[in-house]
């Protein structure tokens, strides 16, 4: 890539790219995309083989430090992350301020932007110990945070975490384990979940991380900058799409299950349907992730008897729009967001805390970023540029005579 933006910003230039489309914001050696062959690399791994063989732990740590971790390394990892897991008594209070019927996203991103409030510790973003310190709490009690987003919107009581479980079974046992009663949690489950948060653990440069970065140009703290990422990721074009996809699938079966008339309604832009889980700026090519996750959805499904119709409806789907004209010309193939809500909600997760396993999964990834971003010397605050369209001079006329 050359640098224009130094080039052009000599001569008094200025590049308009909505979406950023063709711009690079930064230079990266966490994750590599190749949109046309359908590639996903974690600093060099490919995805497939970190999602059968890898943890999320593993790859969190390989994503935050570049290397996958030793046995040691990883032993040390998890027993700091351990150490982490609870909440600080007042910052749980937080949760009773939130309406029950409140989404779990805003429950989420408030809680972990208050980290900064409780930790105020881990804030400095030039000292190392604190960035390393604010990693860890993060990576630890994001799970805590997220299943409490959860308790609140079933109106059940908190569970503290049990540090003898592995980060996943603990998130599992406070999401949907109850106080004083053993929860056993299905192993089945907990490598499925650990396995969604490796495909979901980074994406290089997408709207949530673009967030985390530009938020920690300013030298704004990891918790805020995350929490920040978190609110972009919400939106049904980027993260939210999990849950959109559940909810389409839902409305085509409960009105008779025609797919084709779906897909026309697409294809006519009616009401400006689209479908869901369906696209991608990068990938012009089958989304390596949502391969992982449709497989993973036929054995999963089977196995803990999820909703069959509804796969069949998303297999109906996949095949109606890849052999039609529209999508192909387009080149829009399933994202990682179309087959995944299908297994949550197999796992008894409910439709609204989808994209807070997006966001769980994500984590490392914008930790990696931010600290990446924070580490290059070349790191200037984010600051776009724009094409004013608006008046020239005008004189100002006084209210009287408006
Ligand atoms: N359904 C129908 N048409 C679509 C879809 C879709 N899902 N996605 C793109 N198109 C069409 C557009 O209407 C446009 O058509 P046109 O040329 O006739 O106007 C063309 O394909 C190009 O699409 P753009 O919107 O320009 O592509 P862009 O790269 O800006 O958008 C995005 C990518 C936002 C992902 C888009 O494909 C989309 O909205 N998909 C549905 C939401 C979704 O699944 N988001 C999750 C993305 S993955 C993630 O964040 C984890």
Redesign the pocket.
């Known amino acids: 890539g050359i640098e224009l933006g130094k080039l052009l910003s000599a001569t008094g230039y200025t590049t308009l790219d909505p ?1 950023f ?1 063709n711009t690079a914001s930064t230079k990266s050696a966490i994750t590599y995309i190749d949109g046309d062959a359908g590639i996903l690399r974690y600093r060099g791994y490919p995805i497939e083989e970190l999602a059968e063989r890898s943890s999320f732990l593993e790859v969190s740590y390989l994503l935050i430090y570049g290397e996958l971790p030793s046995a040691d390394e990883l032993a040390a990892f998890a027993t700091r992350i351990q150490r982490h897991t609870m909440l600080h008594e007042d910052l749980k209070r937080f949760f009773d301020g939130f309406p029950r019927n409140a989404h779990p996203m805003p429950v989420l991103s408030s809680a972990v932007n208050a980290l900064s409030a409780y930790y105020q510790d881990s804030l400095d973003p030039d000292d190392p110990e604190q960035v390393e310190l604010s990693t860890t709490r993060l990576l630890a009690k994001m799970p805590t945070i997220a299943a409490y987003a959860y308790k609140k919107s079933v109106g059940q009581p908190f569970l503290y975490p049990d540090n003898s479980l592995s980060l996943v079974e603990n998130f599992l046992r406070m999401t949907f384990g109850f106080p004083a009663e053993p929860y056993a949690v299905d192993p089945e489950v907990a490598k499925a979940l650990d396995m969604l948060l490796i495909l979901h653990a980074d ?1 290089e440069q ?2 949530s991380t673009s967030t985390v970065r530009m938020v920690g140009s300013s030298d704004a703290n990891l918790f805020t900058s995350v929490s920040a990422g978190i609110n972009a990721l919400w939106g ?4 939210g ?1 999990n849950q ?2 559940l909810e389409m699938l839902d409305e085509i079966k409960a009105s008779g299950g025609d797919v084709k008339e779906f897909v026309r309604k ?1 294809k006519n ?1 009616e009401d400006g349907v ?8 990068v990938y012009r090519n089958y989304d390596p992730r949502a391969a992982i996750a449709k497989k993973a959805a036929d054995t999963i499904l089977a196995k803990l008897g999820g909703d069959d119709e509804l796969l069949q409806i998303a297999k109906a789907l996949e095949e109606a729009a890849l052999t039609d004209e529209y999508f192909i010309e ?1 080149k ?1 193939y399933p ?3 179309f087959y995944t809500g299908l297994i949550y909600r197999a796992m008894g997760f409910p439709t609204r805390m989808f994209t807070v396993l ?1 966001a769980m999964g994500r984590l490392p990834g914008w930790i990696a970023h931010w600290r990446e971003m924070h580490e290059d010397p070349a790191t200037k605050i984010g600051r776009p540029r724009q094409i004013y369209t608006g008046y020239t001079e005008r004189n100002y006329t006084d209210l009287e005579s408006r």
């Open positions: 979406g489309v994406h997408n709207c049904p074009l980027h993260g799409a959109a996809v697409v832009k689209k479908l869901m889980g369906f696209g991608h700026r387009r829009l994202n990682v967001d997006f």
